[in-house]
């Protein structure tokens, strides 16, 4: 068959891990068995079921993970709906690698890292705690705040405990928004928590969750000094190709699909408030 | 230059026809004229211009993308690509050829919609010189001569004839298998351009000033409040986009019969609520942003893009089609008049 950027490749979900109540990860590999296609931490792909429709997911997993490509997914969608219906074995269509993904190799070589992430947000920076974890010595000191409704909506909980909180040079903050009985940790919103912290204005910022957390935690980052060139989020709004052509997932001039998903907030500055 | 007398033409569509597919503009049984296959019987449409416009033949309104076997075993994929032959598109008006560069600048940049191109490369496209420009014609204001307009082969018409001028290996390929066509008198061909400039000075729109607006201009433009008038009676029906020659927004979507499901592509509107909602919220609520964002990329952000070309070529059929009479020369105006 001749090929297009919009003519996908059969996948198989191998493997499915729920996380939370409304978060399940798919692990997708090719029918050859191999990992359908390399990717740059942050970017994303479009998956799709055929009859149900297809959509953009961020890659959860890191290029470092040579066997498979995972997409962490909350339910709340038609397409989302039927993906946390399958069973492992069955087959969706995958395409991609899209958008520019985080300055992992560049802008973040060196830098002592701070990532804030809320609920699902966790998911695109995932991919690049990981990477950032297999390439220890490229980077500073690394900061993680992670927050979530409750402890069982934390996405990722049992690799959190297990690895990043046992790892050197690595601190993890957990919170959560309101008291439970088997949770001894912080209590209270991501943005309080990061201000609370007052991490050092000299480190770059990584932060994707829900719109209000972004806000805040932005805010309360400028407080405390943050040059807002120093702080990169990763947006989405909805695709159709991801190529840049079919119109709608624009900020201004720019197209979340080809020109982000990844944007420092000095470049958001720039385009009209749309997103 | 070639020509050949018009009662000749038949003559002309038949030998062309003989080689490939050629699609000239017909008037239909409901009055609207439009590009459709050539047959003996079939009449070339002497108005200015098709109802819809020119972009169909690269981009149709709807295309099969690909195939989907669904079955307990898994997915298989089918090819449902429609095979594409050579074809010569006759008659085409300066503003719609100037919109095949305008979506060409969209379809063709990396990666390439193989779709699109490949009807691009198997089309010859025979542009027409409008002999009588009419009053909502404001292509000279974006720098398009509509009495020579770019094309594989440009033509002109008066009482008499029609003079044949190729332009490109493509144009000059096809000329050379029409050994019908006569020598052209130069001359003849000449006077029509200068009667159709004539006509150009005297068209209302041509004026229209496009200074304060263009590249750059987002910041002094998004948050004007003339948007929230302007776009006040908009119906969000999408007319004005289907009749665009320059709109190139597309939807996916799937049609799934028994065990197969069929992907295709459909022209979609930024002027239709949906376009842009997700299960996360809707970044254009209200349909003034949503019309802010349909004149923003014609005037601005498709200029931010491509040095500068605006997305818009001034062939007029919004201000004919629009239900409620508004349109991109009210726009461009009023934001004008705000601009102190």
Redesign the interface.
């Known amino acids: 068959?001749?090929?297009?950027?919009?003519?996908?490749m059969?996948g198989?979900v191998s493997h499915i891990r729920v996380d939370t109540p409304d978060v399940k990860t798919f692990r997708v590999i090719g029918l050859d068995g191999k990992k359908p296609f390399e990717h740059i931490p942050g970017q994303c792909a479009m998956l799709s079921v055929?009859?149900?429709?297809?959509a953009l997911f961020s890659i959860t997993s890191s290029p470092t993970e040579e066997a498979y490509l995972e997409f962490s997914i909350k339910k709340?969608?038609c397409v989302?709906d039927w993906l946390h219906a399958m069973t492992p074995g069955?087959?969706?269509?995958i395409r991609g690698p899209y958008g520019n993904g985080f300055p992992v190799d560049t802008e973040f070589a060196g830098k002592d890292l701070l990532f804030v992430a809320g609920g699902i947000g966790l998911a695109p920076l995932h991919s690049v705690i990981n990477y950032c974890r297999h390439y220890r010595d490229r980077y500073g000191r690394i900061d993680i705040v992670y927050g979530a409704r409750s402890k069982e909506d934390l996405v990722d909980y049992e690799e959190i405990l297990n690895e990043w909180l046992s790892e050197d040079g690595i601190n993890v903050h957990l919170t959560i928004d309101r008291e439970q009985p088997d949770w001894d940790g912080h209590v209270g919103f991501v943005p309080n928590y990061v201000k609370e912290l007052s991490p050092d204005t000299g480190m770059t910022v990584v932060m994707c969750g829900p719109?209000v957390m972004i806000k805040f935690t932005l805010g309360g980052l400028m407080e405390l000094g943050f040059p807002r060139d120093g702080i990169y989020t990763t947006l989405?709004?909805?695709m159709?190709?991801a190529?840049?052509?079919?119109?709608?997932?624009?900020?201004?001039?720019k197209y979340v699909c080809k020109d982000g998903p990844v944007f420092r907030f000095d470049q958001l500055d720039e385009?009209?408030d749309?997103? | 230059m070639k020509q050949i007398a018009l009662n000749r033409l038949d003559e002309l569509f038949a030998a062309i026809s003989a080689r490939q597919t050629l699609l000239i503009p017909q008037q239909l049984e409901n009055g609207d004229a439009e590009f459709r296959p050539w047959s003996a019987e079939a009449k070339l449409y002497t108005g200015l211009k098709t109802s819809r416009s020119a972009k169909d033949a690269f981009f149709p309104q709807v295309e099969n993308?690909?195939g989907?076997k669904?079955s307990e075993q898994?997915?298989?994929?089918m090819?449902t690509?429609d095979e594409v032959q050579p074809f010569t598109l006759f008659g085409v008006r300066g503003c719609d050829a100037r919109s095949f560069d305008i979506l060409d600048r969209?379809?063709l940049?990396e990666?390439?919609?193989?779709?699109y191109a490949d009807r691009r490369a198997a089309a010859t496209v025979v542009t027409l010189a409008c002999n009588r420009p009419e009053t909502t014609c404001f292509c000279q204001s974006f720098g398009i001569d509509p009495s020579r307009p770019a094309g594989d082969v440009t033509c002109w018409m008066d009482a008499e004839n029609l003079y044949w001028q190729p332009n490109t290996d493509k144009g000059r390929a096809l000329t050379e298998a029409l050994s019908l066509l006569e020598e052209g008198e130069e001359a003849r061909a000449k006077r029509v351009e200068e009667d159709i400039q004539a006509v150009l000075k005297r068209l209302p729109l041509k004026d229209l000033s496009l200074d304060h607006v263009g590249a750059g201009k987002?910041k002094a433009l998004?948050?004007r409040p003339e948007w929230a008038e302007l776009s006040e009676a908009c119906l969000g029906c999408g007319a004005c986009t289907f009749v665009c020659p320059t709109c190139?927004?597309?939807?996916?979507e799937?049609f799934?019969s028994g065990g197969s499901?069929r992907?295709f592509?459909c022209w979609?509107s930024?002027m239709y609520s949906d376009?842009?909602?997700?299960?996360?919220?809707q970044?254009?609520p209200t349909q003034t942003?949503r019309f802010r964002?349909r004149f923003?990329?014609k005037l601005?952000?498709y200029p931010?893009?491509q040095d500068g070309l605006f997305s818009c070529v001034g062939c007029g059929r919004c201000l004919v089609k629009c239900p409620i009479h508004m349109n991109i020369v009210k726009v461009i105006n009023a934001l004008k008049e705000g601009t102190a």
């Open positions: 068959m001749r090929r297009d950027p919009l003519i996908p059969i198989v055929p009859g149900v429709g297809e709340c969608g989302t069955q087959q969706v269509t719109p989405e709004l909805r159709k190709c190529l840049g052509k079919c119109g709608r997932c624009n900020i201004g001039s385009l009209p749309e997103y | 993308l690909v989907f669904v898994g997915i298989e994929l090819d690509r969209v379809f940049a990666p390439v919609d193989t779709f987002t998004f948050d190139q927004c597309y939807d996916i799937e799934k499901v992907r592509r979609d930024c376009f842009t909602l997700m299960s996360a919220g970044p254009r942003e964002q923003m990329h601005v952000y931010d893009n």
